[in-house]
Structures are given as C-alpha cells and as structure tokens.
C-alpha cells in the first residue's frame, strides 16, 4: 500500500468519525498557582464540532485518493 492510499483510507475513517460523533471535547488545563503547600488549578473542557460538510468532503477527498493512488502510468 502506498503513501496516498494509507492517506485516502485515513481521511475516510476520519470522515466517517466526524459524521458519526458529531463532536468531540478535551480537557485543557488553563491557569495553575502553586502558593507554598498549595496547589491550585483551573481546568476547562472545550468542545469541537464537526460540519457535516467536513466529513462528507473528508470521505470525498479519501475515496478519490483511493481510486486515483491505485493507477499506474
């Protein structure tokens, strides 16, 4: 399997992901204070939603990738 099939399956799995969960979030530690003894911390948690469009132009992009990667000049 070469480079620009291995790229094409991965943006299709990535597309099919993003249409599937819609989003995801994560966790980001923000601000920290350490006073002595004391440790402080703020954490947020972000959240990313995914178009539709992105994912169907992710699946899009991988299957042409897939079929034009497998021709030989």
């Known amino acids: 399997m070469n480079a620009i ?3 094409g399956l ?3 799995v990535l597309g099919v992901a993003g249409l599937a ?5 994560f966790t980001k530690e923000t601000h ?3 006073i002595g003894p004391i440790s402080l911390s703020v954490e947020e948690k972000e959240t990313i ?3 539709v469009w ?3 132009g992710s699946i899009a992009v991988g299957t ?3 079929l034009v990667g497998g ?3």
């Open 32 to 34: 920290e204070a350490n």
């Open 21 to 25: 969960y819609g989003s995801f979030s």
């Open 64 to 66: 042409f990738m897939l």
């Open 71 to 73: 021709r030989r000049r």
């Open 5 to 7: 099939k291995a790229a």
């Open 54 to 56: 992105a994912g169907i």
């Open 49 to 51: 939603n995914v178009p």
């Open 10 to 12: 991965i943006l299709i």
